[in-house]
C-alpha cells in the first residue's frame, strides 16, 4: 500500500502569517498533488508536480506556492496566510499520469486567525 | 470546462437499505470515472474505478456503473452497513498529468 505522509496534522496561525505544509510519499511515485477540503466544494486541486523541480499551476492555486524538493517531497507554502485559507489540505501520490489511482495522506487542518 | 456535479449532500439510511449516489460529468470526451471514499479523521480513498472498456466495477460490495448517453455515473450497494458510513466523492480524471476533478462529495450515516 502506498504510504504518504503530512506534516504537521494541526496548524494554527495568524492572518498575514506564512506556513508550509509538508508531504513525503515513500513509494517512487513521479506526480504529487496538493488539495484543500471545504464543505461544499469536495477537493479541488491547488498544486501538482510530474517531477522533482517540476511544478504546474491546479484550479485554485491563488495565494499558494509549491515546490518538489526531490522526488519524495512536495511543499505547499502560504507565505501571507488569509482566514479564507482556513482549510483541510491533502497531498497525493500517484505512480503514473496514466488514469491512475490517487493515494492520500492523512490530511492537515489549517486554521488562520 | 470538464466538471462534476454530485446533487446528494447528505443521506441517511438504516442498515440494509439500499444505496444509490448519482454523479453528472460534463467532458468532450468519455473520461475515466472514479469513486473515492473517505472515513472520518482520514484521507480519501479508492473505492472503484470504471473506464469506458468496461462501463462497470465492483469493490466491497459497491457497484459502480457509467452512463455515456445520460453523462452520469451512480454508486450503489444492496444493503448497507453501519462501516459504510462516510463520505463518498464522485471524481473523473481527464489530463495526461492524472488531475482529478472531484464532486462535492454525498456524507452517508448508516444508522444501526
Known amino acids: 500500500e502506498a504510504a504518504v505522509t503530512q506534516s504537521p496534522r494541526n496548524k494554527v496561525t495568524v492572518t498575514g502569517g506564512n506556513v508550509t505544509l509538508s508531504c513525503r510519499q515513500t513509494n517512487s511515485h513521479n506526480y504529487m498533488y496538493w488539495y484543500r477540503q471545504d464543505t461544499g466544494h469536495g477537493l479541488r486541486l491547488i498544486h501538482y508536480s510530474y517531477g522533482a523541480g517540476n511544478l504546474q499551476i491546479g484550479d485554485v492555486p491563488d495565494g499558494y506556492k509549491a515546490t518538489r524538493t526531490t522526488q519524495e517531497d512536495f511543499f505547499l507554502l502560504l507565505e501571507l496566510a488569509s482566514p479564507s485559507q482556513t482549510s483541510l489540505y491533502f497531498c497525493?501520490?500517484?505512480?503514473?499520469?496514466?488514469?491512475?489511482?490517487?493515494?492520500f495522506g492523512p490530511g492537515t487542518r489549517l486554521l488562520v486567525l | 470546462g470538464d466538471s462534476v456535479t454530485q446533487k446528494q449532500g447528505q443521506v441517511t439510511l438504516s442498515e440494509d437499505d439500499f444505496l444509490f449516489i448519482n454523479c453528472t460529468y460534463s467532458?468532450?470526451?468519455?473520461?475515466?470515472l472514479f469513486w473515492y471514499v473517505q472515513y472520518p479523521g482520514q484521507g480519501p480513498q479508492l473505492l472503484l474505478k470504471?473506464?469506458?472498456?468496461?462501463n462497470k466495477g465492483i469493490s466491497r460490495g459497491f457497484e459502480a456503473t457509467y452512463d455515456k448517453g445520460t453523462t452520469s455515473f451512480h454508486l450503489q450497494k444492496a444493503s448497507v452497513q453501519e462501516s459504510d458510513s462516510a463520505v463518498y466523492f464522485c471524481?473523473?480524471?481527464?489530463?495526461?498529468?492524472?488531475?482529478?476533478?472531484f464532486g462535492s462529495g454525498t456524507k452517508l450515516t448508516v444508522e444501526p
Open positions: 497525493a501520490s500517484s505512480p503514473t499520469s496514466n488514469q491512475d489511482t490517487q493515494y
Open positions: 471524481a473523473l480524471v481527464m489530463s495526461n498529468y492524472n488531475v482529478l476533478y
Open positions: 467532458t468532450t470526451t468519455y473520461p475515466t
Open positions: 470504471v473506464t469506458t472498456a468496461n
